[in-house]
């Protein structure tokens, strides 16, 4: 990002402190988190292999590919 | 259809026409499949010839928002970062579109990665209002809510995470209805917040968006939180249209300063509506709904930065400042800073600051006692 932009987005982030210090007033230790209405617990399916993307579909969306592989920048550039 | 009064084909010509009408001036598309829909509708008129049984929506044609993956047909989420991409599979939603004979018109509008609540923040431009141009339809989907509303589809798949269905519903005057989460399967649906999100049925009548939801709902092994249950029956619910003894919760703590005086006026109109029809008003109080949109602003930024890291130019999407040698984590910042819009780069920014280290449960933890 750009200077301006982390600057501008610097006074914005107070938005979590104050999101926080409102959701502390009542997520007291005895509420159990939750991230479902429901109480679904492991949620499983038989082990079963079906078959899933051909490499073509799975690379057809690839910016480059090679050999059946995404081809991908060097993980350390030039400047390393 | 079934009369033999009109064919799908028909129908669905009709409504590409009407795309071509007045999409240069809505501009509720952001991909049209003319091919697409043409050949799923010949293909219902065929069953239909051939005495086959079809369902009740076989023919239909439908506007699916650009969040939902379609095999082969352009996705973007109204984000630059996936400009071009075509997904090689079906979203579960789309699968039992398809099964179901509904012809998909085609890519609805949005903002980007379902972030807004006007449609202004997706990076092909902005959707309008059909009831009034210089107004916005809502959002995050106003491509699908415009699309009703300028009757370029009689039906349309929205998803909500904060509003996203039902406020752009209440703004072009039609019905969008966001499913209990775990009600339909969020399998290919991109993700933002994980555990808000839902895909639901948007459409003109109630009747209609009920019978869109008995094909889109229902449990999905491809889901983990997708609920393993019978689709209520909300067809026959809507048939027939009783809410004699049923009750009917008003919560306390919605009332309140705000509300603009026609919003409030038609809501208490609605209230004694339902009363004179039989049904029983309670006031019910949520004393924890004061601490909701702190929750949201904690929970949704923080799984979207999370979900939005794939979009890393390495497998699918735009891929920039690749030249000379530059590194991956180089080509990834350029790639984001260029493919993301701001409000997009923002709640990155502000979920990450949420989850960094040693602060994890006292931010999103905390929210999650809110979640439901």
């Not at chain 2, 091919?35 to 069953?47: F, H, M, N, Y």
């Not at chain 2, 339809?137 to 009703?148: D, F, T």
């Not at chain 2, 209609?208 to 449990?219: S, Y």
């Not at chain 2, 306390?252 to 029809?277: C, M, P, T, W």
Request: aromatic fraction near 6%.
């Amino acid at each position: 990002m750009t200077d301006p932009e982390l600057d501008a987005l610097a006074t914005e982030l107070d938005v979590i402190l104050e999101a926080v210090a409102r959701v502390q007033e009542v997520a007291t230790p005895d509420v159990a988190p939750t991230s479902h209405p429901l109480p679904l617990r492991n949620v499983t399916r038989p082990d079963l292999v079906t078959p899933s993307l051909t490499p073509a579909a799975a690379l057809s969306g690839a910016p480059a590919s090679e050999d059946e592989r995404f081809r991908v920048p060097q993980i350390l550039g030039e400047e390393a | 259809m079934a009369a033999g009064e009109i064919s799908s084909v028909e129908l669905t010509q009709a409504h590409l026409d009407r795309i071509t009408d007045v999409d240069t001036q809505v501009h509720a598309f952001l991909y049209v499949d003319t091919e697409g829909a043409l050949a799923q509708a010949r293909s219902v008129d065929d069953a239909r010839a051939r005495g086959e049984e079809v369902g009740p929506l076989a023919g239909v044609p439908l506007a699916l928002k650009d969040v939902m993956v379609q095999k082969g047909i352009p996705t973007t989420a109204g984000s630059k970062i996936l400009e071009g991409w075509r997904p090689p599979y079906d979203a579960t939603v789309v699968s039992k579109l398809k099964a179901a004979g509904v012809v998909i018109l085609g890519k609805t509008n949005m903002d980007e990665f379902a972030m807004g609540s006007s449609t202004e923040n997706s990076a092909y431009g902005p959707t309008h209002n059909p009831w009034d141009l210089s107004r916005i339809p809502g959002g995050s989907g106003g491509g699908s809510s415009a699309s009703l509303a300028a009757f370029q589809a009689p039906l349309a798949i929205g998803t909500d995470t904060g509003g996203s269905i039902r406020q752009p519903a209440a703004v072009t005057g039609t019905v969008g209805v966001k499913p209990t989460y775990g009600g339909v399967s969020r399998y290919g649906l991109i993700a933002f917040s994980s555990s808000l999100d839902q895909a639901g049925p948007c459409a003109r009548t109630v009747l209609d968006a009920a019978l869109l939801h008995e094909v889109i709902a229902g449990h999905d092994v491809h889901d983990a939180t997708s609920i393993d249950a019978p689709v209520p029956q909300v067809v026959r619910a809507a048939r027939e249209g009783s809410v004699k003894g049923m009750k009917i919760g008003v919560v306390k703590e919605l009332n309140g300063d705000g509300y603009q005086a026609g919003v409030r006026s038609r809501f208490e109109e609605s209230l004694e509506l339902l009363a004179k029809a039989g049904a029983e008003i309670v006031e019910v109080s949520c004393p924890n709904f004061e601490y909701a949109l702190a929750a949201y602003y904690l929970i949704a930024p923080s799984e979207c930065s999370s979900n939005l890291a794939r979009f890393d130019a390495m497998r699918y999407g735009i891929r920039v400042g690749d030249e000379d040698g530059a590194s991956a984590e180089s080509v990834m910042n350029v790639t984001r800073e260029v493919g993301f819009g701001r409000e997009v780069k923002r709640r990155i920014i502000l979920g990450t600051y949420a989850l960094s280290s040693g602060y994890f449960d006292a931010y999103y933890g905390s929210a999650q006692k809110f979640e439901h």
